[in-house]
């Protein structure tokens, strides 16, 4: 079964910044398959990105995803305020530990 | 538009059972499978399985095997999740979610609001 790793586990920037937030998997997984999700609290994950690179409906260009067989990467090219939250990777049926994007 | 509305809030005692539903609404509920998510209090998302609204077959995951049961009622467009012999950690918020797959990607693009179980003596 695939484990996904999400790194960092915390990551506190400063609004405006560039967030780089990793997921990496035990083996090598279809690009097809894999997303990521933005979860605050109290509400229900948001799609964010799939397909790897995809940007779901709605979402600002401001997010963006790359990556490849085992690396994937989500990029924040510049903060908002909106945007402080939890980050999930996802490939099917497992999904990665998370990783919280705080407030410097 | 598409619409998921997931039933209220539970307290169950350990032992028990639940039963949460899932209505969907703003597109053809048997061409899309719904799979359930849940999450612990301040943990991540923990994937339970899926069901094929159409056919009603499922795919449960390992952990959940014996103790849950996903169905649907088409008439009303409604998916449902019971879990049995509920213990404490089954705590958790409960999600549907719908899959998408298309030629870019699958992934869940809609979610419901999600249900608080809680399971307390």
């Known amino acids: 079964e695939i484990v996904l790793t999400q790194s960092p586990g915390t990551l506190s920037l400063s609004p405006g910044e560039r967030a780089t937030l990793s997921c990496r998997a035990s083996?090598?997984?279809?690009?097809?398959?894999l997303a990521w999700y933005q979860q605050k609290p109290g509400q229900a994950p948001r799609l964010l990105i799939y397909?790897?690179?995809s940007r779901a409906t709605g979402i600002p260009d401001r997010f963006s995803g790359s990556g490849s067989g085992t690396d994937f990467t989500l990029t924040i090219s510049r903060l908002e305020p909106e945007d402080f939250a939890v980050y999930y990777c996802q490939h099917l049926r497992t999904f990665g530990p998370g990783t919280k994007v705080d407030i410097k | 538009q598409v619409q998921l509305v997931q039933s209220g809030a539970e307290v169950k005692k350990p032992g028990a059972s639940v039963k949460v539903s899932c209505k969907a609404s703003?597109?053809?509920?048997?061409?899309?499978?719904m799979h359930w998510v849940r999450q612990a209090p301040g943990q991540g998302l923990e994937w339970m399985g899926w069901i094929n609204p159409n056919s009603g077959g499922t795919n449960y995951a390992q952990k959940f095997q014996g103790r849950v049961t996903m169905t649907r009622d088409t008439s009303i467009s409604t998916a449902y999740m019971e879990l049995s012999r509920l213990r404490s950690d089954d705590t958790a918020v409960y999600y549907c979610a719908r899959e998408d797959s298309t030629s870019r990607g699958w992934y869940l693009a809609y979610w419901g609001q999600g249900t608080l179980v809680t399971v307390s003596s």
């Open positions: 083996q090598s997984v279809s690009s097809s398959y």
């Open positions: 397909g790897a690179s």
């Open positions: 703003g597109y053809t509920f048997t061409g899309y499978y």
